[in-house]
């Protein structure tokens, strides 16, 4: 039986297909949109995209978000052909920053209570200063280490 299946894998025809299955994403991006028909063009170009599972729109904020097994590259190739300038979101909630005030950061053109995703607002995996200023709390006098 062995040399049976030995002779079939050399007759058997294999088409190497790449079947990687996307994981379930959420795409954020950055749409310039001023009235109803921009939002619903938006809306539509990436409703019908294979793998979409929901669209939202937040036209307040600029904002799309796009549920379900994509590419984000391709989301917003998709937006970009509506005519429509689009970036990726480039805002993180304030809190979650740990320098919100770092030179680029701060956009006052960005929604309530988000600041840039930039390097510089964020703590540097080294920094031993952060350990020394914790000792010393102005907070709460009495959680110094050294006295």
């Not at 984000?72 to 809190?95: C, D, H, M, Q």
Request: charged share 25%.
């Amino acid at each position: 039986m062995g040399v049976l299946e030995y002779i079939a894998n050399f007759c058997t025809i294999t088409t190497s297909t790449n079947n990687k299955k996307k994981s379930m994403q959420t795409v954020e991006i950055k749409v310039k949109m001023d009235c109803d028909g921009c939002e619903r063009r938006v809306k539509n170009s990436v409703k019908h995209m294979k793998g979409v599972k929901s669209v939202e729109v937040i036209r307040k904020q600029s904002k799309v978000i796009v549920n379900g097994y994509v590419d984000p590259n391709r989301v917003l190739k998709r937006i970009k052909s509506t005519g429509k300038r689009a970036e990726f979101w480039p805002y993180v909630p304030y809190n979650v920053v740990y320098y919100p005030h770092a030179p680029q950061a701060y956009d006052k053109r960005a929604p309530a209570g988000m600041v840039k995703n930039v390097p510089q607002a964020f703590l540097a995996p080294n920094a031993t200063e952060e350990k020394f200023a914790q000792l010393f709390s102005d907070d709460n006098p009495s959680a110094c280490s050294i006295m």
